[in-house]
């Protein structure tokens, strides 16, 4: 395997130092590029493309942790962070692989080298790169999702020009242990239950055409019937989606405006949103109405749509939290629910 490329960013030469000896020690990993500040972290990685980012909060004009948030939703970097304690949710929700607590203004840095090196710096940061996705699924193939990762129980996903493919790429990467799903992709009547089968027979989770009142179970997407709107409800605190003919909303029957909206006043932060290739804006201001509401929402970056426009219209409204290239998307997910 070829040594990861990382960049350090620090505006503390002397951090600099102790975290430089880390990582020439390692064989995995190659110093390809360092930065004091954001903006020069930002032509570097324009420059360099580095693998992963080691990222430190202290830097002027513009934190780190600011920067990374700004950084996420158009170039997902694998991203560790090394700050003081008190900064380790901020961390994370804007995006970091992993976090590394640390007092950067400690009066000898000197003697903080063991501590650093304690903390497994260059293993967390190859972790960061490749994490250990089909471990977890696994270990957790026969069990429910516990503790944190329970919290977001609906994913809500919308696609259209491009979709069918991009569909089968991202379910394809899930397993059992995912929670519920609902899928609006544009389609016309009679070809939505060809296409859930064939899902179904490609996938390890379940797919199937919904009907009204099923429920939202863990291992298994709802796909939208064709003609049709589908609507996420709550029965005896329950997920259940209900299934109804009705006008086109944003051009489309089934829509995921309408899907997401659902969501958002269904699921609020009990959700994440997911909005693919497709042509148009449809999903863009559900997606925007479920970000408000709490929920965490991805959209497929430019390079890997076929269509970039109703991801693209939802980036340009502020509704996505990360941009994410189609084949790194279940692995977003999975970092998402098992953050949350």
């Given at each position: 395997m070829r040594r990861l490329k990382l960049l350090l960013v620090t505006a503390s030469l002397e951090l600099g130092r102790v975290l430089r000896q880390?990582?020439?020690k390692d064989n995995q990993l190659m110093l390809a590029a360092e930065a004091n500040n954001a903006f020069t972290a930002r032509d570097k990685i324009l420059e360099c493309k580095p693998d992963v980012m080691l990222l430190t909060n202290d830097l002027p004009r513009m934190s780190g942790i600011t920067f990374l948030s700004k950084l996420m939703p158009q170039y997902p970097l694998p991203t560790v962070v090394i700050a003081s304690p008190a900064y380790e949710s901020r961390a994370y929700e804007a995006g970091a692989a992993d976090f590394v607590p640390f007092d950067e203004n400690t009066d000898n840095i000197k003697n903080a080298a063991g501590e650093l090196s304690s903390q497994e710096i260059c293993s967390r940061l190859i972790k960061a790169v490749f994490p250990e996705w089909e471990k977890l699924a696994v270990n957790n193939?026969?069990?429910t999702i516990s503790g944190a990762r329970a919290l977001k129980s609906v994913i809500a996903m919308g696609a259209s020009t491009g979709g069918t493919e991009a569909l089968a790429t991202v379910l394809s990467g899930l397993k059992r242990d995912i929670p519920g799903i609902v899928i609006v992709q544009h389609m016309p009547e009679g070809f939505t239950q060809m296409?859930?089968?064939?899902?179904?027979?490609?996938?390890?989770?379940?797919v199937k055409e919904a009907v009204t009142g099923d429920v939202v179970r863990r291992g298994q997407a709802l796909l939208a019937p064709g003609n049709k709107q589908m609507r996420l409800i709550k029965v005896n605190g329950t997920y259940q989606v209900e299934c109804r003919e009705g006008p086109k909303v944003s051009g489309h029957c089934p829509s995921v405006d309408v899907l997401f909206s659902s969501?958002?006043?269904t699921?609020?932060?009990?959700?994440v949103g997911v909005l693919l290739t497709g042509m148009g804006r449809d999903g863009a201001s559900g997606l925007a109405e479920m970000r408000r509401?709490?929920?965490?929402?991805?959209?497929?970056?430019e390079k890997s749509c076929v269509v970039y426009g109703m991801p693209k219209?939802?980036?340009?409204?502020?509704?996505v939290t990360w941009q994410v290239p189609l084949e790194q998307i279940a692995q977003k997910l999975?970092?998402?629910l098992d953050k949350k």
């Open positions: 880390l990582i020439d193939k026969s069990k296409y859930a089968q064939r899902l179904n027979n490609e996938c390890e989770i379940t969501v958002a006043k699921a609020g932060n009990d959700a509401a709490g929920a965490l929402t991805i959209g497929q970056d219209a939802a980036y340009e409204m502020g509704a999975y970092y998402i």
